[in-house]
């Protein structure tokens, strides 16, 4: 199987930035997308942002577009997403993704809460 892990979530404060990092291990494939989506409470889940094996394309939900940055090290088979402005609304759990051979892959999520 594969499994993914996050890290770097935390508690910033308003106008603040944090660094998320996803490392993928396991049961591997070379060409495959990752990205991450966020859930607050009491909503769905939603998409974040998404970026392509090569890393020369990326997609960001339009609330993020301009704030956050994902890259990936595919030696590592790390994604990361860096947050910058942060913004209350920002608050959520935020769990890696992985498509590997059309299957959806995990995380099990890193709460970042952003202090008004």
């Known amino acids: 199987q594969v499994q993914l892990v996050e890290s770097g979530g935390g508690l910033v404060q308003a106008g603040g930035s944090l660094r998320l990092s996803c490392a993928a291990s396991?049961?591997?494939?070379?060409?495959?997308?990752m990205g991450w989506f966020r859930q607050a409470p009491g909503k769905e889940r939603e998409f974040v942002t998404a970026?392509?094996?090569?890393?020369?394309?990326?997609y960001y939900a339009d609330s993020v577009k301009g704030r956050f940055t994902i890259s990936r090290d595919n030696d590592k088979n790390t994604v990361y997403l860096q947050m910058n402005s942060l913004t209350h609304e920002d608050t959520a759990v935020y769990f890696c993704?992985?498509?590997?051979?059309?299957?959806?892959?995990w995380g099990q999520g890193t709460q970042v809460t952003v202090s008004s």
């Open positions: 993704n992985a498509r590997i051979l059309r299957e959806n892959y």
């Open positions: 396991g049961r591997t494939f070379s060409s495959y997308a």
């Open positions: 970026i392509s094996w090569s890393g020369g394309t990326t």
